[in-house]
């Protein structure tokens, strides 16, 4: 079967309307760096998403997941590459996604995760002037059409809602918080 004969032609439409603010935000950076605006605003963690603040770094949800649960490590310095930070800082990353991995398979089941830094915004950084890692939690079979052929995911949960399930998470499992 060939490759035209598989097209139907038809093209479908997702409407995500929430993606509007992600491409809003990467046009107009006159916000600054939502990193640093959620370290600072300290007053203001659960409407920025933060989970937990330690002595370097601070772990937040992603507003734009990949999928739910989808963590951000920052240190709390704007760096933007790895070469910048000490080394305590980095180690007490490292120390962060094992921590977040922990605490995504005791909330919400997470069986696997990919974990990793895009440096650069060739590298596909969004927000390539302060360093983060992503823990992005998986699932057997979450790979499915709507990635594949739609280049679409879906995020089955809300964010508000996710966020109190796993700062309640993080507080049975005696780990960091805001």
Not at 106 to 126: L, P
């Given at each position: ?38 370290r600072d ?19 937040m949800?992603n507003?734009?997941p ?8 920052a ?20 120390a962060?996604s094992?921590d ?5 398979a ?21 927000l390539?002037?302060?360093l ?11 790979t ?34 805001a």
């Open positions: 079967m060939n490759e035209q004969s598989q097209n139907t032609g038809k093209k479908a439409n997702i409407h995500a309307p929430w993606r509007i603010e992600y491409i809003n935000m990467l046009n107009d950076r006159r916000d600054g760096c939502f990193i640093c605006r959620a605003e300290t007053d203001r963690d659960a409407e920025n998403l933060l989970l937990w603040r330690t002595e370097n770094c601070l772990v949800m507003r734009f990949y999928s739910a649960g989808h963590l951000l490590i240190p709390n310095e704007h760096v933007g590459g790895m070469e910048e930070m000490p080394d305590n800082v980095l180690l007490e990353m490292m962060l094992r977040t991995q922990r605490l995504l005791h909330s919400i089941r997470a069986e696997g995760f990919n974990i990793g830094m895009n440096i650069g915004r060739c590298a596909g950084a969004g390539p002037g302060h983060h890692m992503h823990v992005v939690p998986r699932w057997s079979g979450d499915n059409y709507m990635a594949v052929i739609g280049d679409v995911r879906v995020v089955s949960q809300a964010l508000t809602e996710l966020y109190e399930q796993l700062r309640e998470a993080s507080a049975e499992l005696n780990l960091p918080r």
